[in-house]
């Protein structure tokens, strides 16, 4: 058995076999959402699938005719299989598409959060699909004509290869172009182009030359509501992480995942605000831009300071407290506290994370010795999947049965919910006890406090079989765009700068979006610059000098 001859085959067959094997292979939920844009699988639209799938494997044979050469042909396809096996996994598991932004999301997040993405149904399919196939292929003896001729006919493969794709491409057009046009998710599901383009997009736009971040808001100042007061303030905004409106209670929804925030007096919630993107790695950057999510990119949000810098100008004391995977350079120019490494003792963390009530650990003291007028940001773990049980201590198991596997595919629907509404009740938790602690520092410190609340983005549960976040904005369902948003603020802190809370809680149904929040922030804390814009400032229609 250990001396059977290895296979043979003439090498000019390899970018045809190899690209029968991707189309066929790595692509059902392309096929899936592609069979339901062309009006499903009735015996009227067999022949244009027919014809979609040798179009496909005829472009994809022209593409790797150009790689087949001795040195580099068994390498490169060895390459695309192992790859392609991990992607459509994950494609297949959770319902996600491919593009820039996701392969950004993958690359930025940490080691721990990677790790829960990973199972033994993965490592079974990328055995099956993705090594068994490549050792074939290695074991595989490729024969090669002489140099010329091998040029030539490898040419000619190309070019015919690319003509067939062509013509039916032409042939069918009149049924493509709908299909394409109103289906632009295609194109993020069709593996393995999806994720070498958006691969080759996250490489030059990290690469780009680095460009100097150009200052903003440098003439901010604190506004007449300042004159004379010698009260500090303490403004904390908490940064949720994966947390979706429509699991709020305080959003109509029917489990009671905000018993304490229900009770909170003062506390306004908005129930329509839209997030700038659908992963953390876009979102976080651009809420705290000026930039807004039709203007926002990432050269943009890295080109040009925030927020937190105009503050900063305007001489407020700024600080970020992470318990996820960093500020995604928001932060770079203030202070900053990683939380989320454990620490052996601490009875928030455990041997793999901490978790979110961490980030209030000695704040009261922070408060205490910072002799300026401060910011802190909270930034959550909040309900980071696919580990949702995770994410929450023991005693806020309170809906369940929960699932406790990053398999997602092993669990009920009912049971990933349950466990994802347990990671709401926490924050609902750790969102009270932040409003308790402003409450005690503005009566023992005589300082005047507010808290600002809003997710970054949302989750998919298994609507229409997605799971997780990061769509394409322009494709994402509303479960990964429509976040939580939430302010409260001390009495004498409304007083102060003139903010009618009755105005502002009249106005919580109607539709806001993080591009609000920057403007916001400003307005609420009368921070004066050129930067600031009163239209998309949900306080200016309610302050009493309006």
């Not at 979706?244 to 905000?258: D, G, V, W």
């Not at 209030?360 to 205490?368: D, K, Q, R, S």
């Amino acid at each position: 058995m250990n001396h059977l001859p290895a296979p043979r085959l003439r090498a000019y067959y390899l970018p045809f076999l190899a690209s029968l094997f991707l189309v066929a292979a790595f692509n059902h939920s392309f096929w899936s959402r592609f069979a339901l844009a062309v009006g499903g699988t009735s015996a009227g639209t067999l022949p244009l699938l027919a014809a979609t799938f040798l179009m496909l494997v005829f472009a994809f044979t022209a593409c790797l005719s150009l790689v087949n050469f001795k040195p580099i042909a068994k390498p490169v396809i060895i390459a695309l299989f192992v790859a392609t096996a991990a992607v459509s996994y994950f494609m297949n598991q959770y319902g996600v598409q491919i593009d820039k932004a996701m392969v950004q999301n993958v690359v930025e997040t940490d080691v721990r959060e990677a790790g829960e993405l990973l199972n033994w149904r993965m490592m079974f399919t990328m055995a099956v699909l993705g090594v068994l196939p490549s050792l074939l292929l290695l074991r595989t003896r490729l024969e090669y004509a002489p140099a010329r001729r091998h040029l030539a006919v490898s040419g000619a493969i190309l070019a015919g290869s690319l003509a067939l794709a062509v013509a039916i491409l032409l042939l069918f057009f009149k049924s493509y172009a709908p299909a394409v046009r109103e289906h632009r998710e295609l194109r993020f599901l069709l593996t393995p182009t999806n994720y070498i383009q958006a691969v080759n997009g996250y490489v030059r736009q990290k690469w780009a030359k680095p460009q100097a971040v150009a200052p903003l808001g440098t003439d901010a100042v604190k506004g007449t509501s300042w004159a004379g007061q010698r009260r500090r303030t303490v403004t904390v905004i908490v940064v949720g992480e994966t947390a979706r409106a429509m699991n709020f209670s305080l959003n109509k929804y029917p489990r009671e995942t905000n018993p304490l925030l229900s009770r909170q007096p003062g506390l306004i919630n908005f129930s329509n605000v839209s997030s700038c993107g659908t992963s953390t790695a876009v979102s976080v950057p651009c809420v705290f831009s000026d930039f807004g999510r039709e203007e926002y990119s990432d050269a943009k949000g890295a080109g040009q300071e925030g927020l937190l810098d105009v503050l900063n100008h305007a001489g407020f004391s700024v600080l970020w407290r992470d318990n996820n995977s960093g500020c995604k350079g928001v932060c770079a120019r203030v202070d900053y506290e990683d939380l989320s490494e454990p620490v052996a003792g601490n009875p928030l963390c455990n041997s793999e994370e901490c978790y979110d009530e961490r980030l209030l650990e000695n704040l009261p003291a922070i408060i205490h010795e910072s002799s300026k007028d401060l910011v802190v940001v909270l930034h959550q773990k909040g309900s980071h999947g696919p580990a949702y049980w995770k994410r929450y201590p023991a005693e806020f198991l309170r809906f369940g049965p929960v699932c406790r596997t990053n398999d997602l595919e092993k669990c009920t629907q009912e049971s990933i919910v349950a466990a994802y509404d347990n990671t709401i009740l926490y924050t609902d938790y750790l969102l009270d006890k932040t409003i308790k602690l402003l409450k005690q520092s503005s009566e023992d410190e005589d300082i005047d406090t507010s808290m600002i609340y809003f997710s970054d983005h949302g989750e998919s549960l298994g609507e229409k079989n997605m799971y997780l976040h990061g769509a394409p904005y322009f494709i994402s369902p509303p479960e990964q765009r429509r976040v939580p948003f939430m302010l409260w603020f001390s009495e004498r802190f409304a007083d102060r700068f003139k903010v009618d809370t009755r105005c502002v809680a009249a106005r919580a149904s109607q539709s806001f979006s993080h591009d609000n929040v920057f403007h916001s922030v400003l307005g609420l804390l009368d921070v004066s610059t050129a930067v600031y814009n009163p239209g998309l400032d949900l306080f200016h229609a309610c302050s009493h000098d309006t």
